[in-house]
């Protein structure tokens, strides 16, 4: 392997209904992120996970979205409730944290469509 | 303002020729910069990375840092179609916890 990888890589839900998704990082990477990214703009921060610890959530990230990272590997992303709105590719990064860097790598995304 | 901000495009330039990509950052506090590919309907990949100022090769790509005047740059030599994409530069600066803010990437086309 051993690229980050996420499942499900599609997801058409109706407006209302709860979706999750997994991210699977690059082993021994301690760091994974997540990403909403819109047609025409750059991936946006939602939250990041210093192994198992949540410790940054963007304020998009509403009340309806949750994310954990139980044992500090593979991480699901929880959307309640879904809107229109949240219509997006959802990404997820890992990267093997320095003091001062930080590169990330992507995985393949999942796209999520509400009707 | 954005806190990374990129000319949309699109940059058109034929087969052969360099492409010049242009990036600007708001925070001074800003460590490092990358730039990423992204295939339409793909997701990001890491082309580049840079943290000092002056330039970085690899490749047909060089990336150029200039913090003095919050700017960086990617060049792309003897440019192919296959390049044609649009490119991130994203901004990452340790606050708290690293965080990497991304430009809304510039578009490219490399013509045959």
């Known amino acids: 392997d051993t690229g980050v990888s996420q499942d499900p890589r599609h997801k058409i839900t109706k407006r209302g209904q709860n979706v999750t998704f997994r991210c699977d990082p690059i082993?021994?990477?301690?760091?994974l992120y997540w990403y909403r990214q819109t047609l025409g703009q750059g991936p946006e921060f939602l939250t990041y996970?210093?192994?198992?610890?949540?410790?940054?959530k963007s304020r998009l990230l509403s009340d309806r979205f949750s994310a954990e990272r139980p044992k500090g590997s593979f991480s699901t992303l929880e959307i309640q409730r879904t809107e229109q709105g949240d219509s997006a590719m959802y990404l997820c990064?890992?990267?093997?944290?320095?003091?001062?860097?930080?590169?990330?790598?992507f995985g393949p995304g999942t796209r999520l469509t509400v009707l | 303002q954005k806190e990374v901000e990129q000319n949309s495009g699109p940059l058109s330039v034929p087969e052969g020729a360099i492409a010049s990509l242009n990036c600007t950052y708001s925070?001074?506090?800003?460590?490092?910069f990358f730039w990423y590919r992204q295939y339409s309907g793909k997701s990001p990949e890491l082309i580049m990375s840079i943290y000092s100022n002056g330039d970085k090769e690899d490749g047909r790509f060089t990336a150029q840092l200039n913090k003095a005047s919050q700017y960086v740059s990617l060049l792309i030599r003897d440019s192919q179609p296959s390049d044609s994409a649009t490119y991130l530069c994203a901004a990452g600066r340790w606050v708290g916890g690293f965080k990497t803010i991304f430009g809304a990437g510039t578009r490219l086309f490399v013509k045959a």
């Open positions: 996970f210093q192994n198992e610890a949540q410790l940054e």
């Open positions: 990064a890992s990267s093997l944290a320095g003091l001062t860097t930080d590169t990330q790598y």
């Open positions: 082993s021994e990477h301690n760091r």
């Open positions: 925070d001074r506090v800003s460590q490092s």
